[in-house]
């Protein structure tokens, strides 16, 4: 059976639905998800939400589309940081504190929701599960190997225990409310990776 389209945006998404999707952009990352309504959210953007899923083909598809989007700008944010020679285990931390932000963790939230939707219903999800740790651990992957000087599979290796331990804590953090906790855990995880021969493999 074909695989359903990415999220993203494709070429045939018209002008109205891609700028209706930078402005829905813009302002979840500056107000956060609020009561995770399309109807709140089409309100902030002057549209109703029947149009939202008119142009995404539902409610679901909106929110896919606006998680990729997010997901990617938050990839290139933390890419320019590390361009600025961040190191590594600073850069994990930073990252923590901008996701585990109470005005960003709807976000996280909302994401694991969708994931939970995603792994009942694979084909129509396909894209979102492909790209939510695709993605990610392609980004990870290239900046160790750059700023620690990795192989490509120990690289890819420490990448996936990176994701998948931020995504755990978040995901913690999310259904107990502890955030001291799940931070001094990110904390020490962050050192213990910080420690580990960089064996160039």
Same mark, same amino acid.
């Given at each position: &059976? ?11 998404a ?25 109807r ?10 029947? &149009? ?22 938050e ?15 600073? @850069? ?46 392609t ?6 190997q ?47 990776? @910080? ?7």
């Amino acid at each position: &059976m074909p695989k359903a389209k990415a999220p993203a945006l494709d070429r045939s998404a018209s002008e109205q639905a891609i700028q209706l999707l930078d402005a829905a952009t813009d302002h979840v990352l500056a107000n956060g998800l609020g009561d995770l309504s399309l109807r709140s959210v089409a309100d902030a953007l002057g549209t109703s939400h029947r &149009m939202l899923i008119y142009y995404f083909g539902s409610g679901d598809g909106f929110w896919q589309a606006l998680l990729h989007r997010i997901r990617h700008a938050e990839q290139a944010a933390r890419e320019r940081v590390m361009v600025e020679g961040m190191a590594p285990e600073a @850069a994990m931390e930073a990252a923590w504190e901008r996701y585990s932000a109470p005005g960003y963790l709807p976000i996280m939230q909302l994401m694991f929701e969708i994931y939970g939707k995603a792994i009942r219903d694979r084909e129509r999800f396909s894209g979102f599960l492909e790209d939510v740790v695709g993605s990610w651990t392609t980004t990870l992957a290239t900046r160790l190997q750059r700023d620690l000087g990795l192989g490509a599979a120990e690289a890819g290796l420490r990448a996936r225990v990176e994701l998948a331990t931020m995504r755990g804590l978040l995901l913690d953090l999310v259904t107990t409310g502890d955030r001291k906790g799940t931070t001094a855990a990110l904390k020490y995880f962050a050192a213990r990776m @910080a420690a580990l021969p960089q064996t160039g493999k």
